[in-house]
């Protein structure tokens, strides 16, 4: 059986699981806005965002609790200062999350969404799939999914790209939409980035590698 | 005389404020290249953009170092947690000056930034005043200074929302480079951002109240 300290880490880690499964939550309601064009829905995601937000505390406010009880040997240090930076990142892609159904809503069906549709559906899918990952990579530290966590992001990335090509030459939906979509595509883009930092925390939990985020 | 330990926090608290002068360095060079367009500055933006990254991780190993030497008391507990947090956010920080110096170098003088100049002149005044108070707060620890630093960033917000203003019918250079300059916008927004997360961080360091980062 666990000792009491170990069961508390045991309950942050799950409170880190609740937090990833609540934003890929918001992240999936966010996409339907947008390419479901779901408006409804939108309101709920935003205001979702503060329960994810407030979980963030409760990881805090836990770490605090922890660190004062006992002090803790090495490997157990690691994930308790790893657990503040892996809820910074959740909290984060929440906001993310909310962004994208704020901005979703003015998107116009039968303007702007025409010509970008498939490229957020496309997104859509790439962030699902990187948050659900990223659940699983905190449910059971697997490496392997953590590092490829990089490698859905590179996707994501070049999804951005082509999103941001289509704002070029061949736009015709005025800066405003350009500047909305623009701002969707990041905030995608964005998500994924802070699924690899917490992929690059469970790796460095795992075998103690730091790997450095170089400059995009 | 400080015993070693409060030794080492004070070096931490150095750190923080030795990053908080990087990342202020940082965007009056980005705002340079922005505002004077002075393009041959945004690769030393840009490049030094790593030295500010691995400074984080400089504080995050000293953290480590800290804690595993000793059970530190509650206030001291509550400082080095929050250094982490604050190293996070001027992290950040450091990503939006990169981002602004990124961008910058492709906006036309005579295009784009004749409209625009005088806003992202008042944005680059207000970040180097922002990022200047948070470097004093950092040093100094107080309150006052702490809570400014949001009526600073409300100030941010409303030239963030008068720029996206241009973006709409009088807008006259192309959706990309609308693009552009919303994305440099939103990166002055957010160093702000992150600048009142750090003022709320030193708030609670100094009183232990926690000021909830409501959704925007």
Not at 18 to 41: N, Q
Not at 71 to 89: E, G, K, N, P, W
Not at 92 to 112: E, N
């Amino acid at each position: 059986m666990r000792d009491t300290f170990h069961a508390d880490l045991d309950t942050l880690n799950d409170q880190l699981i609740e937090m990833s499964r609540s934003v890929a939550e918001a992240m999936r309601g966010a996409s339907r806005v947008l390419v479901e064009s779901d408006t409804a829905r939108a309101s709920e995601v935003i205001a979702g965002d503060t329960d994810i937000n407030e979980l963030q505390y409760t990881v805090d406010d836990r770490v605090t609790e922890i660190m004062t009880q006992r002090q803790a040997v090495a490997t157990d240090l690691r994930f308790i200062l790893s657990s503040i930076r892996i809820a910074t990142d959740l909290e984060r892609m929440g906001d993310m999350a909310r962004h994208v159904a704020k901005l979703a809503q003015r998107l116009d069906p039968d303007g702007a969404l025409t010509q970008t549709r498939p490229i957020f559906e496309a997104m859509a899918t790439a962030a699902a799939r990187i948050a659900d990952k990223t659940t699983r990579v905190l449910e059971t530290r697997d490496r392997l999914d953590a590092t490829q966590l990089d490698l859905d992001d590179d996707e994501m990335d070049a999804l951005y790209s082509r999103l941001l090509g289509q704002l070029s030459s061949q736009w015709t939906h005025g800066a405003e939409a350009a500047v909305d979509v623009a701002m969707i595509g990041r905030s995608y883009e964005r998500y994924g980035d802070h699924a690899v930092r917490i992929g690059h925390q469970v790796v460095y939990l795992v075998t103690g590698e730091i790997h450095l985020d170089r400059p995009q």
